[in-house]
T-cell receptor, first 112, second 114 residues
């Protein structure tokens, strides 16, 4: 199975940049996901990385290093609406399964 | 296009009772997944349907949980009899094919067993 670690909580100021880290251990890596979840709502897909490097999508970027078992989600120009839980999930292809395993999530609080 | 919907949004039942949760996936999505998040813990996989067939049910906690997807459209997850530890948020997700990297999640059903 996988072991996924991410910080429990982070705080940041509106307009700033924040980096949320995720480390994982898996034997058959087949992709890493980041989801955003506002309280009481569905997790929404943010990004998917399967190759090393940085994927940029607007204010959000996601980085992956497979050799280090490490990813981060970078949020720029923070807005109050970015306050949410950010979930890191890793997919393992062992056994042909495409089911992601989730971390516990990082609760991001953006304050004025 | 309608997203994944789940019913009810909240359910409070007593230990020993039965509850049935429903999930309507995005139209045309053959793959349907059930997950559960117990308070303070991570989202955990329960099972995966491809159309009406159970592809992977390795995450189902015990035989008190029964999932069905008759006709390959909506799915139900029945808990009978419910126990206190079954409390949590049950999420449903769907995707067009199993290797698709994007699963679309529903808003979840918050189940409280008292």
């Amino acid at each position: 199975g996988q072991n996924i670690d991410q910080p429990t909580e982070m705080t940041a100021t509106e307009g700033a940049i924040v980096q949320i880290n995720c480390t994982y251990q898996t034997s058959g890596f087949n992709g890493l996901f980041w989801y955003q979840q506002h309280a009481g709502e569905a997790p929404t897909f943010l990004s998917y990385n399967v190759l090393d490097g940085l994927e940029e999508k607007g204010r959000f970027s996601s980085f992956l290093s497979r050799s280090k078992g490490y990813s981060y989600l970078l949020l720029k120009e923070l807005q109050m609406k970015d306050s949410a839980s950010y979930l890191c999930a890793v997919r393992d292809q062992t056994g042909g399964s495409y089911i992601p395993t989730f971390g516990r999530g990082t609760s991001l609080i953006v304050h004025p | 296009e309608a997203g994944v919907t789940q019913f009810p949004s909240h359910s409070v039942i007593e230990k020993g009772q039965t509850v049935t949760l429903r999930c309507d996936p995005i139209s045309g999505h053959d793959n349907l997944y059930w997950y559960r998040r117990v308070m303070g813990k991570e989202i955990k996989f329960l099972l995966h349907f491809v159309k009406e067939s159970k592809q992977d049910e390795s995450g189902m906690p015990n035989n008190r949980f029964l999932a069905e997807r008759t006709g390959g459209t909506y799915s139900t997850l029945k808990v009978q009899p419910a126990e206190l530890e079954d409390s949590g948020v049950y999420f449903c997700a769907s995707s067009q094919d199993p290797s698709s990297y994007e699963q679309y999640f529903g808003p979840g059903t918050r189940l409280t067993v008292t």
